[in-house]
């Protein structure tokens, strides 16, 4: 199969991606339970909804309830899909308050306490519950710059990996936190995928067929990076017009990138650290522009994405480079353990032919020991 053929069949390939599963874990319903002190409950849904919203909700996935309401609304909370307990520092908590968090952090439902407006109870507090306060997200400003991401991070620490996306969808405030992660850990796949398709091309005959191979997967990769980006910042779940109208912003980093990378890869093995820092590069463009595109509707002026390929490019030669050692030290500790279990099953065979020689050994002179003695013959006797 020609070079030319296949990158034909890109977007054959990119249309065999399930965007039905990817569509439905985007859009499965969410319901998040904030409950606590009225300043905080209003602090948590300013953070939860701050960021850009191109897209217009389409639901409301947040609930604040008073902690003097929370004992009249068990139902409530134990509907949730994650409870976050707001506490303003500066109230503090009355004994009852304690109480009531401490019931509210035994339910059996994922929780995340925040503490806001400080870095620690007033004075006169009681003491927030230990296995909240061991989990707690200090948010001492929230109107700081920081405190977006904090709570993000924190937000997304305890919410079960399933629903980033439904959160992503239904959150602005959450929104880069996935994108950043969603990036670097597609970047990082594809870059493991370049070095772990190095060593076939190398050979000659092989090069050209798994080269064009790699494009089709990791273009396949960063098509759903893309599409789960649109769908993180609220786009309509559309697949095909979600690709169709980003190939334009990233067309550069998506294929030219790739092609780059081939062509380092039909190299000799020299190749194998610039090809797996392209493959992550390229990926990592490929992500920053779809995601300039879904958070703004602007495209990265192309001074700027040659920059940020560059700098990807240099981080890529560095993970490639950790990559290879990670492989190498993986591969010299299968190789030793190896080894040793070679070494051990010698032994053992070894000990095992012993004994078997030595029960040989002992069985024939048993067998020896039971024969009759020879007698004399009688020519034996005549020539006497």
């Not at 051990?344 to 002179?365: F, I, K, N, T």
């Amino acid at each position: 199969m020609s070079r030319w053929s296949a990158l034909g069949n890109l977007w054959a390939t990119i249309r065999e991606i399930d965007a039905g599963a990817i569509r439905a874990e985007a859009e499965q319903p969410l319901h998040i339970v904030a409950v606590g002190h009225d300043p905080a409950l209003a602090a948590i849904d300013t953070l939860a909804h701050q960021g850009h919203n191109r897209y217009p909700l389409l639901s409301r996935s947040l609930t604040l309830l008073s902690l003097r309401d929370a004992a009249r609304q068990t139902d409530l909370l134990r509907s949730a899909d994650m409870l976050i307990l707001a506490v303003d520092s500066r109230i503090g908590l009355t004994g009852s308050d304690a109480m009531a968090l401490t019931q509210i952090d035994r339910l059996p439902r994922p929780a995340v306490l925040m503490l806001l407006f400080g870095e620690r109870l007033a004075a006169a507090s009681a003491p927030l519950p230990p296995s909240a306060a061991a989990r707690a997200v200090v948010i001492p400003d929230p109107d700081h710059n920081s405190a977006v991401r904090r709570f993000a991070e924190g937000f997304y620490e305890h919410l079960p990996a399933t629903q980033h996306l439904a959160a992503a969808r239904c959150f602005p405030g959450v929104r880069a936190v996935y994108a950043r992660r969603l990036i670097d850990s597609t970047s990082m796949t594809n870059a493991a995928y370049a070095l772990a398709s190095s060593l076939p091309e190398q050979i000659p005959i092989l090069g050209i067929p798994f080269a064009v191979a790699d494009i089709l997967v990791l273009t396949k990769n960063q098509a759903i990076m893309v599409y789960r980006l649109a769908l993180a910042y609220g786009a309509p779940p559309d697949f095909r017009q979600r690709i169709a109208e980003v190939m334009p912003v990233v067309g550069g980093a998506f294929v030219w990138r790739e092609l780059a990378r081939t062509l380092v890869g039909l190299a000799p093995v020299w190749g194998v650290v610039p090809k797996v820092g392209i493959a992550y590069a390229g990926t990592y463009a490929t992500g920053m522009a779809a995601w300039r595109w879904y958070e703004t509707g602007e495209l990265i002026p192309r001074e700027e994405l040659v920059r940020i390929v560059g700098e990807a490019q240099t981080i890529g030669m560095a993970k490639a480079r950790e990559l290879i050692e990670q492989a190498r030290a993986t591969g010299e500790a299968t190789g030793a353990t190896a080894k040793e279990m070679a070494g051990r099953v010698a032994d053992h065979v070894g000990h095992l032919v012993e004994q078997a020689r030595q029960r040989g050994h002992h069985a024939l002179r048993r067998v020896r020991h039971r024969l009759p003695l020879r007698r004399p013959s009688a020519s034996s006797n005549d020539s006497e």
